[in-house]
């Protein structure tokens, strides 16, 4: 079935590092890629998305390419904020199957 | 403003006790799902709804049950079943299940067992 992996946590960063959290997955055919965030105590929100390979998603600075030679989707920050500390999925949809989430990626960033 | 909301934000179990955690929203999706969250993992699903009247089990069925009388709402009950209900309780729509559907999610609700 499909799957997906995450780089594991949790990862601990200075204000302006910069960010890569990585994600690979396991499908057969085409899925759709998402990361998503979550900052502490709330739900889910769709960070950036892409559906199909080679196309890049980017949002508040975020960025992850559709890697089909790598199975991948790695997600990355030039400069990152403290406000961007919180927890990052990875998740694929393929077809009209459900989402599924790779385990998660606590990021801290210290002033 | 179109979103979704839970109730409660933290709810208690007892022992033996069924309990219901309220998802409604206002976005005409015609989608919902409810997840589990577990600490250190990913989220998993329990239950997934397409349409008004109609339900699929997700990965995690087994202990809970779930009703959709009405587009807006998706209520799920955590029964005494459930034999382990201590997570974070996560409620998502899109406007349907597909590939390229954005799953939009709740603030979440939070049981406990007493």
């Known amino acids: 079935g499909n799957s997906v992996t995450q780089m594991e946590g949790p990862v601990t960063l200075s204000e302006e590092a910069f960010l890569t959290i990585n994600c690979t997955y396991t499908a057969t055919g085409y899925p759709s890629l998402f990361w998503y965030v979550q900052y502490p105590g709330e739900g889910l929100q769709l960070l950036l998305k892409?559906?199909?390979?080679?196309d890049k998603g980017s949002n508040k600075g975020f960025e992850a390419t559709y890697r089909k030679e790598t199975t991948s989707f790695h997600l990355e920050k030039g400069s990152v904020q403290v406000s961007d500390s919180a927890v990052y999925f990875c998740?694929?949809?393929?077809?009209?199957?459900?989402?599924?989430f790779g385990q998660g990626t606590r990021l801290t960033i210290n002033p | 403003d179109g979103g979704i909301t839970q109730s409660p934000k933290y709810l208690f179990r007892k022992e033996g006790q069924n309990v219901t955690l309220s998802c409604e929203q206002n976005?005409?999706?015609?989608?919902m799902y409810w997840y589990r969250q577990d600490p250190g993992q990913g989220l998993r699903l329990i239950y997934y709804?397409?349409?008004?009247?109609?339900?699929q089990k997700g990965d995690i069925a087994e202990g809970y049950s779930v009703s959709r009388e009405k587009k807006e709402s998706f209520p799920l009950t955590v029964t005494s079943a459930q034999k382990n209900p201590t997570a974070f309780y996560l409620c998502?729509?899109?406007?349907?299940?597909?590939?390229?559907?954005?799953?939009?999610f709740g603030p979440g609700t939070r049981l406990l067992v007493l």
């Open positions: 998502a729509s899109s406007t349907q299940v597909g590939a390229q559907e954005t799953q939009y």
């Open positions: 892409a559906t199909k390979a080679d």
């Open positions: 709804s397409q349409i008004v009247n109609d339900f």
């Open positions: 976005l005409n999706h015609d989608a």
């Open positions: 998740a694929l949809v393929q077809g009209a199957q459900k989402l599924v």
